[in-house]
C-alpha cells in the first residue's frame, strides 16, 4: 500500500469513527440517559452539563430551517459540502491535511444523519461558567466540525511551506517504490 492510499484510508476511517461516535454519544444522552426533551439536563461538572437541545440552524443556530422546505434544502447545502470535504480530502497527499478534512466530514455526516431522521440537529454538551457560555450547546459533530476547521486553517496559515517539501518527500518515495517494483 502506497503511502498516500493509507493517508487517504486513514482519512476514510477517522471520519467514520467520527460519525460513529457522535450518533452513539447522542443516543446515549437521549436513550441511556433519558435527556430527550427540550429542558432536560444532567449536570455532570460545575462547568459543564448534559442539557438537551434542538438545532434547527446551522454553525452557532444561523440559518434556522422554519419550515419543511428550508429544512430539506439544509439537508440538501450540508450533503453537498459534505461531497466537496470528501473530494478535497480525496485530492489530499498529506495526513495532517486529511485528518483535519475528515474530522470535518465525519462531524458534518452526523449533523446530516439528525437532520435527515428529525428534522433538527442534537446538542447536548454545556460548557458554561456560572451564566458565561463561550459556546453554544453543541454535540461531538460540531466539536469535530470546529476542530478539524481550526486545523485546516492553521495548516493554511503556518505550515505551507512545510507541506510543499513533505509533498516533494511523499511523492519521491512513491516514485522510488514505483520503480523498485519493476
Keep these: 500500500m502506497t503511502p498516500l492510499l493509507r493517508n487517504r484510508l ?9 460519525f460513529a461516535a457522535d450518533q452513539w454519544s447522542k443516543n446515549y444522552v437521549t436513550k441511556t440517559l433519558g435527556i430527550e426533551r427540550v429542558g432536560d439536563a444532567m449536570e455532570l461538572l460545575p462547568i459543564f ?12 443556530g444561523m440559518f434556522e430551517a422554519t419550515s419543511p422546505e428550508m429544512r430539506w434544502g439544509l439537508v440538501l447545502v450540508t450533503a453537498v459540502i459534505a461531497l466537496v470535504v470528501t473530494v478535497w480530502m480525496l485530492r489530499e497527499k498529506l495526513l495532517g491535511d486529511i485528518l483535519a ?53 492553521a495548516r493554511a496559515f503556518f505550515m505551507r511551506d512545510k507541506d510543499e517539501q513533505e509533498v516533494d518527500d511523499l511523492m519521491n518515495s512513491k516514485a522510488a517504490d514505483a520503480a523498485e517494483s519493476k
Design 49 to 60: 452539563d448534559l442539557r438537551f437541545t434542538r438545532n434547527f440552524g446551522v454553525s452557532l
Design 101 to 153: 478534512l475528515s474530522l470535518i466530514l465525519g462531524g458534518a455526516l452526523g449533523n446530516i444523519k439528525d437532520r435527515y431522521e428529525l428534522g433538527y440537529v442534537v446538542d447536548f454538551a454545556d460548557l458554561h461558567f456560572g451564566d458565561f457560555r463561550p459556546f453554544l450547546i453543541f454535540n461531538v459533530a460540531d466539536a469535530a466540525i470546529t476542530i478539524g476547521v481550526v486545523i485546516v486553517l
Design 10 to 18: 486513514i482519512g476514510c476511517v477517522i471520519a467514520l469513527l467520527i
